[in-house]
């Protein structure tokens, strides 16, 4: 099938190098002409484990390119995805602004039958804007379907060739066929549902991922002051299938481009009379984790003032170099304003930080990192902190400290070594 992908961001490259795996003919469009002339050469702009080689595999099989051309990809599309970003507005509701020019512009262009289909998180029933906005401006008959995407970060590839549910948005039954036939070869459950259905259901899917979240993150603290242990905890809460064992881990805090800004978005679209404040309760857990995590900086090593902090970990979560809504941004810049001097290392996200923290000076490995500090904060976890070599880490550091920031770290080996621990709900 003959597909454009509008949007070259996270889900757009992703979606498009894995239909032209698959097959098809994609082209990925974009405004942004250097991003395009990155990707044209085979250069993804950021980090996903696996990407760079499927889209070289893509442009040299001849099943993918790049443009930036509504004229010239618009007509030879069958199937339109649109996968731009919707960022928040400063009061946390959905911008669709990326989404309605998309609309815009591609409408003059569009041949007869083509099916334009929303991918990017929206609002339940932004679909009718689309169709709208597309028909005040397009010259042929054409159809609105909606995708949503579910794709995790760091393992985005094998997320979206096999995925727990394609769902397919659409009210008109030869769209539906259209678009399970574009499908085919991706796994997992076909959901065939309205297109209201469909971007509600992923709003959910997010907002759920949140509270579930929020909700360890709560039983972690309860855990520390009770004396329980958040391990033992979710071990006997994730054996009930009706609950399950993911995305019950504690920590720093929730990041990336999507839970934060879906969770903010999802409780402004709502309404406070229905949600009753149930979502700003998940921002304000959320929010809370770095007090706690500060909290146990200063348990261990008291006012901050001249100490040396080593942080482990930038990126929101391991596997990316995304930095939005990172806790490790909140971390930092609380922790320079208490006048702590930083060290850090990320395997991958340190370029995204020098802009803006160029006082934290940025180690080439996690040893370099420790040197001379007073206290270590995990906050990625990167696999390559998991077996780091523990007594050369104690001998570099000044003190040992440790806030594991994502339990990734063994407690009472650590404090048999000597080390002081802190983790969050052990
Ligand atoms: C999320 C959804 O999981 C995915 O289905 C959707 O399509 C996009 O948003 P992603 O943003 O890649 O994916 O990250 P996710 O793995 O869900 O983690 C989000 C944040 O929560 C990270 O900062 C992570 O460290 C944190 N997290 C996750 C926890 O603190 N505890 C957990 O148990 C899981």
Redesign the pocket.
Known sequence: MKIAIIGTGYVGVVTAAVFAKLGHQVWGLDIDEKKIAQLQQGQVPFFEPGLDDLVQEGLKRKKLQFGSSYPKIVPQAEVILICVGTPPKDDGETDLTFVLEAARSLAPYLQAGTVVVVKSTVPPNTHQQVRKTIASLASRPFFVAVCP??????KAIKDTLKPSRVVIGADNPEVIEKLLVLHQGIGGKRIVCSPSSAQLLKYA??VF?GLK?SF?YVMAELCERYGADIDEVVAGLGADPRIGE??????V???????PKDIKSFDRWAGAEVTQGLFRAVEAINERQIERALQKVGDLIGPCQGKTIALLGLA??ANTDDLREA?SRKLIRQLLEQGAKLRAYDPQAMEGLKKDFPEVRYCTGPYETVEGADLVVLVTEWNEFKNLDWKRVKRLMKEANIVDGRNLWKREMLEEMGFKYEGFGR
Do not use: D, Q, T, Y
Request: glycine share 22%; aromatic share 8%.
């Open positions: 995407e579910f794709l995790v970060e760091g899917a997010n991922l979240i360890a993911g995305h019950l881990r504690p920590g805090g929730m990041g990336g481009s999507c839970l929101f979560k806790p």
